[in-house]
C-alpha cells in the first residue's frame, strides 16, 4: 500500500466498517494497532482489543487462529515502540525533471510507465532507492498502479529490460523479489519533507492510484484524462472537446438516452 496520508486513511477504514479489497488482513490489523495503541496501558488488553476489532470487520474466509501469532507479534512490537510505527503523513511524492527525463527516453510505453512508477515507489519507500516486494504479489502490485497489463512473464521482461539499461538492480538475497532504483536520490530521513528542490520537481504525486495513466496525462503529448474513470485517451483536433474516453463515453450516452426517454 502507497497511502500518503495513513491516519485519514484508517480513519475511513474504521468509520465505514469494511476492509477495502487492496488491504490485507495484516495490514488493516497494522493499521488499527497503530490507531488505537495510545488507548490502552496494558499489553494484554491492547492485543485482545485488536483481535476482536479486527473480527468486527467480519472479512471473508478470515480464520483467526491462522492470524493469531501475527497478530501477537505486530501488537506486541506497536505496543513496546509506538514512537517507531507512526502513521505517514506525507504532502506529496516529488519526481524530478532528470527522473522524468529518463522516463521520457525509454522505448515502450509500458517500459515508461513501470519507471515512472517505481521513481515514485522507491522515494516514498524511502530506503535508498529500494523497494521492498516479498513475492510475486507484490510486482503485481506494481504493474497494477503502473497501469500495465498483461502476463506475468510479459511484464517481468520490461522489468529485465529496464536492468538492462542500468536503471534498477535485483535483490540481494533470493529470499526476497526486492528491486533497486539505481538513478535515484532519497537523502532525506524525514519523507514528511520531500526530498527535491522546487526548481528541480517537474510532478507532485498526491494519490498513488493509476501512476501509469498520470504520467500518460502529464508527460505525453496528445492525452487527456477522461473525467469519469480517469483513464487517458487521445485528443485530436476534430474532437478537442472530448471529456471521456470511448468506453465511458458510451456510457455517459447511453445514461442521457435513459433520462431523455424517462422524461417524456
Not at 488491504?23 to 488493516?28: E, Q, R, T
Not at 525509454?106 to 513475492?135: H, P, Q
Not at 526530498?195 to 505525453?220: S, W
Request: hydrophobic residues 40%; glycine residues 4%; aromatic residues 12%.
Amino acid at each position: 500500500m502507497y497511502i500518503l496520508d495513513e491516519r485519514t486513511y484508517a480513519e475511513e477504514i474504521i468509520n465505514a466498517n469494511v476492509k477495502p479489497s487492496n488491504v490485507s488482513v495484516m495490514n488493516l490489523v497494522n493499521l488499527l494497532a497503530i490507531y488505537y495503541v495510545n488507548k490502552f496501558d496494558v499489553q494484554s488488553e491492547f492485543i485482545q482489543f485488536i483481535f476482536q476489532r479486527t473480527k468486527d470487520f467480519s472479512v471473508d474466509y478470515y480464520e483467526e487462529y491462522i492470524y493469531a501469532s501475527k497478530i501477537k507479534e505486530v501488537c506486541k512490537a506497536i505496543f513496546k515502540n509506538p514512537e517507531l510505527h507512526e502513521f505517514k503523513k506525507i504532502p506529496y511524492v516529488p519526481v524530478s525533471r532528470e527522473e522524468i527525463s529518463v522516463v521520457n527516453n525509454l522505448k515502450t510505453m509500458k517500459e515508461k510507465k513501470v519507471m515512472f512508477t517505481l521513481f515514485a515507489m522507491s522515494r516514498y519507500e524511502n530506503c535508498n532507492g529500494w523497494i521492498n516486494k516479498k513475492d510475486s504479489s507484490g510486482w503485481s502490485e506494481i504493474f497494477k498502479i503502473a497501469n500495465v497489463s498483461g502476463t506475468m512473464e510479459a511484464n517481468i521482461l520490461v522489468l529485465h529490460h529496464l536492468y538492462k539499461q542500468g536503471l534498477i538492480n535485483p535483490a540481494k538475497m533470493i529470499d526476497n523479489l526486492n528491486l533497486q532504483v539505481v538513478m535515484h536520490d532519497c537523502g532525506n530521513d524525514d519523507l514528511s519533507i520531500p526530498d527535491v528542490d522546487d526548481a528541480d520537481i517537474a510532478y507532485r504525486i498526491i494519490d498513488f492510484k493509476n501512476l501509469g495513466y498520470q504520467y500518460v496525462v502529464n508527460f505525453v503529448d496528445g492525452y487527456r484524462a477522461c473525467e469519469h474513470c480517469g483513464r487517458p485517451f487521445k485528443i485530436s483536433a476534430k474532437a478537442n472537446m472530448r471529456k471521456y474516453c470511448k468506453y465511458c463515453a458510451k456510457e455517459v450516452d447511453r445514461e442521457k438516452a435513459r433520462l431523455r426517454k424517462k422524461s417524456r
